[in-house]
């Protein structure tokens, strides 16, 4: 099945789903942290996040589906990947604050941003930001085991 996957049309089909799904994820994030920022209309904060709930989770569900379906095409090339192993170290920490720290922030939230929400809106920016650029990198580091 990896070989299949590697070899054929499917790998740039489930990078191209995967690639969606992140910019889903990373985008509605996105969004939610501008408006900590205080960028926006006055809708409060954690009723805009709740709004834009289904697209959160719909990017984080396709992620770890296709994720784990390219990581399978070719193990060798991703654990002798640096890039791949910052993105996976990053993402561990974005998605714990996301779940944690990043969700606490916006449900406590009203409709205008204190400092502690602005501190957390762009350490969230700075991570989710940091996550993309380390996925963009893995094609860059690439050391194909021969």
Do not use: C
Not at 30 to 53: H, K, M, T, Y
């Amino acid at each position: 099945m990896a070989d299949f996957i590697k070899q054929s049309w499917v790998f740039p089909v489930v990078q191209s789903v995967h690639l969606i799904g992140l910019t889903m994820l990373v985008g509605s994030i996105g969004l939610v942290d501008l408006r900590l920022l205080g960028i926006g209309r006055r809708q409060p904060i954690a009723e805009f996040a709740s709004d834009l709930a289904p697209w959160t989770t719909g990017g984080l569900l396709t992620v770890l589906i296709t994720g784990p379906l390219m990581f399978g095409s070719d193990l060798t090339r991703y654990m002798n990947n640096p890039a791949f192993l910052l993105k996976m170290g990053l993402l561990a920490v974005a998605l714990s604050g996301q779940f944690t720290l990043h969700r606490r922030v916006v449900r406590d939230s009203g409709t205008s941003s204190s400092p502690r929400q602005k501190l957390t809106a762009v350490f969230s920016l700075i991570l989710w930001s940091s996550v993309v650029l380390a996925g963009r990198a893995i094609a860059d580091f690439d050391l194909r085991v021969v």
